[in-house]
């Protein structure tokens, strides 16, 4: 379950970015990075001889849960985030079939490939939709920090996070990837299946990265460098796509 002092920090960063309050004992658990939570994660919840047997992403997408999804036997249902529809799944698509054989349903939101962030209307849509059909919402948000206008929202910072679990981690944050630190964090039902679940098939950080991410989660100086970083490489990458005519669709 991490150290006192790590779930602390977690918690605390969270009320402090989302304005959303953490009970370090309930609601908090480390993870080695969010890579392996995110494989692993479909192997917690989905219930195949019970008819909830599918996993559904977005596409494009970090493959990462496809293959976990993949690994544990689901049926994968891929949405496509379209330019149309904002890059974001167009929900009224999904046969009611689906929901009803959804175990696990991915958001990533600010996205990875195309960058766009989704606002808190599309997380309360979901999480409704997964308290109706009694499927979880698992959203990645490993890029919630890399931001160059607003700051994004959190799935967070909705009022109930029944069926609802987000991943966040220190990799994009900050520029900790190899150290391997992040969380899963809300559903305190989903959080104690999580602590039954990860002692067979993973682990806390070390001692040490776990002290070093209390730190880094405490301090926002060096994320306010990281953003300035991107932005200055953003600036220079959109003004050589826009004289070469790529056009910047976010």
Avoid: C
């Amino acid at each position: 379950v991490g150290l006192p002092e790590l779930r602390e920090a977690v918690a605390g960063w969270v009320g402090r970015r989302f304005g959303a309050t953490l009970d370090p004992d309930l609601h908090v658990i480390p993870t080695l990075g969010s890579k392996e939570a995110i494989f692993s994660f479909a192997q917690v919840v989905l219930d195949i001889a019970g008819g909830r047997d599918t996993v559904v992403l977005t596409e494009p997408g970090y493959p990462v849960g496809v293959r976990g999804a993949q690994f544990a036997g689901a049926r994968v249902e891929e949405l496509p985030l379209l330019e149309q529809n904002g890059f974001l799944p167009d929900l009224d698509a999904v046969p009611t079939e689906t929901w009803r054989r959804t175990a696990l349903f991915w958001v990533n939101y600010p996205n990875n490939p195309t960058g766009v962030t989704a606002p808190l209307a599309f997380y309360e849509r979901v999480a409704a939709l997964a308290r109706e059909h009694d499927f979880v919402l698992a959203s990645d948000e490993a890029y919630t920090e890399l931001w160059f206008a607003e700051p994004p929202v959190s799935a967070l910072q909705l009022s109930d996070w029944a069926n609802l679990v987000v991943f966040n981690t220190l990799s994009k944050r900050s520029s900790m990837t190899g150290y391997r630190s992040g969380f899963v964090a809300g559903d305190p039902l989903l959080i104690a299946a999580l602590k039954q679940f990860r002692p067979n098939v993973g682990t806390a950080p070390q001692e040490f990265v776990q002290r070093a991410s209390v730190v880094a989660w405490g301090d926002e100086e060096h994320v306010e460098r990281a953003r300035a970083a991107y932005a200055e490489k953003r600036r220079l990458f959109l003004d050589l796509f826009e004289r070469v005519g790529l056009r910047d669709a976010g």
